[in-house]
């Protein structure tokens, strides 16, 4: 008998046990990802009463001017922040990564600012500076209204700056030095080696950063529902249908309208990470940039100065929720802070936004890497294994609105034995989870293939249960990818509003959507005051990842090194 067949021998208990955990996960998923998309699609096709009416809604919908036209704003507004982000994030990512300037550290963290605030922190700066009693309104043109698509698209791009800005710093840092030598050594210009070799080369990288752009702020509903106004978009049309008027039917009808350039922009995506990834040598020499002060002085401003916007957005909403009265008592008071003055559920919404946010890290991080693992170092083959991976690619393409009234026709369906988990913080814990699984899954993927598969085999060999190696071996060296994935689950369940505004009750409020009951009741600095409690508790988990991530490295990571 050869070896290979003696080690699947050894390993079939642990295999069975395998096949046990990846059917219990094709379970889950079903439960929790794919039987509420299908019951999204079934009131698609029903009328109030449940009767089956096919396209009739679809049709309805076509035909209400009001309604249609949102898919316009949509479209354009998203178009045109994502025009702005992209070639503003790439000159800052090629500042960081083909220039030599001081402060990248500082230009970084500043980057990934937006990233730890909920996205209605900007909107509610925008209200601060140009809002019809903003800072700068004596200066704005005559009818200039940020409650309106201007509002919604400078608020975009800061929300969505960080995301396009990593991908391209990514693209850039992963170029060949020597296309750069040969076209240096053929003597040509700087401006045709950079039109010839560096855009060819971040191009997928552009194309990944204008889908992923385009596909938030076309998905967005904090932002809209802030400084929208009687500016309609999708994400609102949505909230109204289903809060305003309770058409659950027409609500499914725009979330399903809502998710087409969602899973478009997905394929598009995944195809330009291909292309991405085939573009890259095993022989490739990394580009080390050298010294040139006409090109690093002014990519050093520019940084700075987008750095220096990114941090007075936030500063802006730091004052305006130490304002005592918006704009006639302009002296500076936490009495905004006593959230109990504006919200009924007071400093409870934040308890219950931190408990959530804990919980789906503690309980999502185990069960995104393990899974990861069986797929990767499992039996995951055959149909079992083909559907797994398409169930924990699915969760990217499905907006968060989309998903939370998924839940709210499947969860809430009377005839649903699950439906004792709507309204309590277990739906909320779910489907951050789920909302947010594909990146989590991605991350520990990456991690798990930079390990030795002959752990397993050497484990096997030496009849150590495969669970053992896993526990003992893979787990601690992917501690750092671990750690990784639990800020990620804690970070987005804190600052996201659209999966969770159809799913709360009354005893779990989320501090995301208390701050937009406080906007709605124009308690604006109230609501900036929360939005900011937010972005802290996110900060602070974010520093002590870093901060524990270096003891982890040192303590896991020492082997790579010898």
């Known amino acids: 008998m050869s070896g290979t067949a003696t080690l699947r021998l050894r390993m079939a208990p642990d295999m069975r046990l395998a096949r046990i955990a990846l059917w219990l996960a094709a379970a889950l998923f079903a439960a929790a990802l794919v039987a ?3 019951m999204l699609l079934v009131r698609a096709a029903q009328d109030q009463a449940g009767a089956f009416v096919g396209l009739a809604n679809v049709a309805a919908y076509a035909g209400t001017p009001a309604l249609a036209s949102s898919v316009w704003n ?18 800052y990512a090629y500042a960081l990564a ?33 809002g019809n009693q903003g800072l700068f309104r004596p200066w704005l043109p005559e009818g200039f209204s940020v409650y309106g698509p201007w509002g919604i698209v400078a608020a975009q791009v800061f929300a969505n700056f960080p995301h396009a800005a990593i991908i391209l710093s990514v693209a850039l840092a992963t170029a060949d030095a020597r296309l750069y030598e040969a076209a240096t050594v053929l003597r040509a210009s700087r401006l045709r080696i950079f039109l010839t070799v560096t855009l060819p080369g971040a191009a997928y990288g552009l194309v990944s950063a204008a889908v992923v752009a385009f596909t938030l702020a076309i998905t967005d509903f904090g932002i809209p529902k802030v400084v929208g106004g009687n500016f309609n978009v999708l994400a609102t049309d949505v909230y109204k249908q289903v809060v305003g008027q309770q058409n659950f039917n027409m609500g499914a009808v725009v ?11 997905f394929f598009l995506e995944r195809w330009a990470g291909r292309q991405r990834a085939a573009t890259l040598s095993g022989r490739a020499v990394a580009y080390v940039p050298a010294p040139r002060p006409a090109r690093d002085l002014p990519l050093f401003l520019l940084a700075l100065a987008v750095a220096l916007v990114l941090v007075g957005i936030v500063g802006v909403a730091a004052w305006s929720s130490l304002v005592a009265f918006w704009p006639w008592n302009l002296s500076l008071t936490l ?15 934040v308890v219950t936004s931190v408990q959530m946010a804990l919980l789906a890290a503690l309980l999502g991080t185990p069960v995104v890497f393990t899974l990861a693992y069986l797929l990767e170092r499992g039996p995951a083959r055959g149909a079992l294994g083909t559907a797994l991976r398409l169930a924990v690619t699915m969760p990217l393409a499905i907006p968060g609105l989309v998903l939370g009234l998924a839940y709210i026709l499947f969860f809430n369906h009377p005839a649903n034995p699950l439906g004792v988990l709507y309204g309590t913080l277990a739906i909320l814990v779910l489907n951050s989870i ?10 520990a993927t990456a991690a798990i293939r930079q390990l030795d598969p002959e752990f397993e085999a050497v484990g096997a060999s030496l009849k150590v249960p495969l669970w053992h190696t896993f526990a003992r071996v893979t787990v601690p060296i ?6 990784e994935v639990a800020v990620y689950l804690f970070v987005n369940a804190m600052t996201t509003v659209s999966a969770v505004i159809f799913l709360y009750g009354p005893a779990t409020k989320t501090a995301s959507v208390a701050v937009v009951h406080m906007d709605e009741a124009g308690q604006q600095s109230a609501a900036a005051a929360m939005a900011c409690v937010i972005l802290a508790i996110t900060a602070a988990a974010k520093l002590l990842q870093i901060a524990a991530g270096g003891a982890v490295e040192r303590a896991t990571q020492r082997w790579r090194r010898r």
Request: hydrophobic residues 60%.
């Open 255 to 265: 979330g399903l309208v809502l998710l087409v350039p969602a899973v478009v922009g």
């Open 36 to 38: 509420p998309m299908a």
């Open 478 to 483: 992917s501690l750092p990818a671990v750690l």
């Open 434 to 443: 789920v909302h947010f699984y594909t990146v989590a899954h991605l991350a």
């Open 74 to 91: 949509s479209v354009w507004t998203s178009a045109l922040s994502t025009a702005i982000v992209v070639p503003l994030a790439f000159a």
């Open 98 to 130: 083909r220039a030599c300037i001081p402060l990248k550290g500082l230009f970084r963290a500043a980057m990934l600012i937006p990233i730890l605030a909920p996205t209605l922190l900007p909107a509610l700066a925008m209200i601060t500076l140009f």
């Open 335 to 349: 009495a905004n802070y006593d959230f109990a003055r504006f919200d009924a559920n007071g400093w409870g919404s």
